[in-house]
């Protein structure tokens, strides 16, 4: 069964770092558009980074850029978040997205655009 799961949540202090991994099983992530997507307690699930098939397109939301790096091992069918300089409002479930069929820059970040979804991983900030 193809499916993508989701590794490397965590509680850390503001100003820490976290990488998170995505790994993909039955199927090659080198020909996906995929994305991260996070959604923090009673707010809507929103899009974080996105990465391009050939991972030479990418997405941040304003809220992370600089801070944030999506990236990809296709040897390892991974993709990962690089998380750094943590701060409490980036607590949130964070889920991987895959096989995104994006239609223009604004389609990377949104969550119609991607049909498989992993169960995601817990990322916990404390002040």
């Known amino acids: 069964r193809a499916q993508v799961v989701e590794s490397g949540g965590g509680s850390v202090q503001a100003g820490g770092s976290l990488r998170l991994s995505c790994t993909a099983s039955g199927y090659a992530i080198r020909w996906y558009n995929m994305a991260w997507f996070r959604q923090a307690p009673g707010k809507e699930r929103e899009g974080v980074a996105a990465l391009s098939a050939n991972a030479g397109v990418s997405y941040y939301a304003d809220s992370v850029k600089g801070r944030f790096t999506i990236s990809k091992d296709n040897t390892k069918n991974t993709l990962y978040l690089q998380m750094n300089s943590l701060n409490p409002e980036d607590t949130a479930v964070y889920y991987c997205?895959?096989?995104?069929?994006?239609?223009?820059?604004?389609?990377?970040?949104?969550?119609?655009?991607?049909?498989?979804w992993g169960q995601g991983t817990q990322v916990t900030v404390s002040s």
């Open positions: 997205a895959a096989k995104g069929r994006w239609l223009g820059p604004d389609s990377g970040l949104r969550r119609e655009t991607y049909t498989d």
